[in-house]
């Protein structure tokens, strides 16, 4: 029997739920800060950042972090920019949460980051029902390493983005951000955009059926009983719940569950993608993680899944992949 289901919110309005409560917000407690970037994840940014200031005759280095969230790549760039202290380091971090960005800016400020106002900060948050535009909400600074914040809608545009975005030397968009984005016709608009604006290299990371297999064995099942929620509506579409009170504080368990739109990529899906996108030329489809990092995930299994991760790649061709692992990528050199 199937009962009454409260549609979902927007995807925009779920992530906001999702990084609320800071410290003791559904990510934080979801992932340890060592597990919200994978290792392979970290290795792979190192290693294209490193290409494009090898590449570049400027002493500036660009780089779009599509669905950048509360900032979780922010430790790693910094990183790095303390690594290369005479190459600057520019990341536009786009993202439609405004929760995450507030995160984010007080995360920026108490580091010490200068904030600048750019065209104004953002009063209204009404892009749920608008969609299509982005705001520029301010820009943060410190040494050689600076954060201009794009806010968006997850219906946007991108030529209401490239305003903002200009030319890139890479185009990242990681943590399966792109498996949270509805609409098959929206996901190929952004690649295209990406290969407009991007000059070096473009990283998208994505989960497979694989790791919501029940979550999309369920919502089939649903779909085949006339039940359709949201804009789960073409195939490997599903949507799929996070309870609070698995991870989070007394005072914030009593919340909602967060119901989440997902798509799940088979890696031949992702070439498909890659091809109509015109990013099928140099570009390569990988195993990223074999098993997705939870909070009970240690170091020391991190490092075991990497390894095994570099084996698979080395010697298993893509379509085994799909029943296997949790995590895919796509790489595209330029």
Not at 105 to 123: A, P, Q
Not at 150 to 172: A, C, L, Q, R, W
Not at 227 to 251: R, T
Request: charged content about 25%; aromatic content about 14%.
């Amino acid at each position: 029997m199937f009962f009454k289901i409260k549609q979902p919110n927007s995807v925009a309005e779920n992530y906001d739920v999702y990084y609320r409560h800071g410290t003791e917000s559904i990510y934080n407690k979801r992932f340890e800060k060592h597990l919200k970037t994978p290792i392979m994840e970290d290795l792979l940014i190192h290693k294209i950042i490193k290409k494009s200031i090898l590449k570049s005759k400027s002493k500036i280095i660009k780089i779009l972090d599509h669905g950048c969230g509360d900032g979780r790549f922010n430790f790693l760039f910094e990183k790095i920019a303390k690594k290369y202290s005479n190459i600057k380091f520019e990341i536009i971090s786009y993202d439609i949460s405004r929760v995450g960005f507030q995160i984010m800016s007080e995360n920026l400020l108490e580091d010490k980051y200068k904030f600048t106002k750019i065209n104004g900060v953002l009063k209204k948050y009404n892009h749920y029902k608008d969609g299509n535009f982005a705001y520029n909400i301010g820009s943060f600074k410190k040494d050689n390493l600076s954060f201009k914040l794009v806010h968006g809608s997850e219906h946007d545009d991108p030529k209401y983005t490239k305003k903002f975005t200009k030319n890139v030397n890479i185009t990242m968009s990681m943590f399966g951000v792109f498996c949270n984005m509805p609409y098959r016709k929206n996901r190929i608009t952004t690649l295209k955009f990406f290969n407009q604006i991007t000059t070096d290299s473009i990283i998208v990371t994505v989960v497979t059926p694989k790791i919501f297999q029940k979550e999309a064995n369920a919502y089939t099942l649903m779909k085949k009983h006339g039940l359709n929620l949201g804009d789960a509506i073409e195939e490997g579409d599903f949507y799929y719940a996070i309870n609070n009170a698995e991870f989070s504080a007394d005072s914030v368990r009593n919340q909602e569950p967060v119901l989440n739109f997902g798509h799940g990529y088979t890696s031949f899906e992702l070439k498909d993608y890659a091809k109509e996108s015109g990013l099928l030329e140099n570009s390569e489809i990988f195993i990223n993680t074999v098993k997705f990092p939870t909070r009970f995930t240690s170091r020391i299994q991190s490092y075991i899944d990497m390894l095994l991760v570099k084996f698979l790649n080395k010697f298993f061709p893509c379509g085994f992949w799909d029943k296997h692992v949790h995590y895919l990528g796509l790489i595209v050199s330029k």
